[in-house]
């Protein structure tokens, strides 16, 4: 499977969206295989971070003054919440950017692989990350782990796909993500 995600990933032209004065901020969708089976890394999200309490999360975050571009952003982001050196990623390219619904960030997502031997030493940050999730692609290629539901967002009932994956959620602006890769994989 990684080299189905090397091929077309690689081979997409994300849309980028201007920040119209938005913060920016940048996510990795880390995958790797252990025993042929290929994993996509997943953070829960404490309740003493700023934005997206207790949800579920690609990791990255907010751009920084010193970050150069949003590469560098997703890059640095992950090391700090889940100790991923960046030399240890192989970047295979983008997905488009989309807007967070309800913390207004325009979100650009970098899809990597990591090169290091496995299992990956993760170290998350306890004061961001309460726990990581190894999720096997194929849970979320699978259908019946999709929910469609409607939630209430700004005052709108918002019709959206959420995946289940035991007892956790994953949804909103990280699932918009996870179905545009999920679409671009199953092209």
């Known amino acids: 499977m990684i080299e189905q995600i090397r091929e077309k990933v690689g081979a ?37 971070v700023e934005h997206h309490k207790g949800q579920v999360s690609f990791p990255g975050g907010a751009q920084e003054r010193g970050d150069p571009d949003l590469t560098h952003t997703a890059l640095r982001e992950t090391f700090e919440e889940v100790g991923v050196e960046p030399g240890d990623v192989e970047l295979v390219g983008q997905l488009n950017d989309i807007v967070s619904r309800v913390s207004n960030f325009v979100i650009s997502p970098h899809v990597g692989i990591i090169t290091a031997p496995l299992p990956y030493s993760f170290n998350h940050a306890r004061q961001e990350v309460e726990e990581i999730l190894e999720v096997p692609l194929d849970h979320l290629l699978d259908e019946a782990n999709v929910v469609h539901e409607v939630r209430r967002l700004e005052g709108k009932d918002v019709e959206m796909d959420s995946y289940r994956f035991g007892e956790h959620v994953i949804w909103g602006a990280t699932a918009r993500i996870l179905r545009q890769l999920l679409d671009l994989l199953s092209s």
Do not use: E, N, W
Not at 30 to 44: P, S
């Open 12 to 48: 997409h032209k994300p849309q980028r969206i201007r920040s119209g004065g938005r913060p920016l901020a940048g996510v990795l969708l880390l995958f790797y295989d252990i025993a042929g089976q290929t994993y996509l890394l997943f953070t829960k999200r404490t309740h003493l």
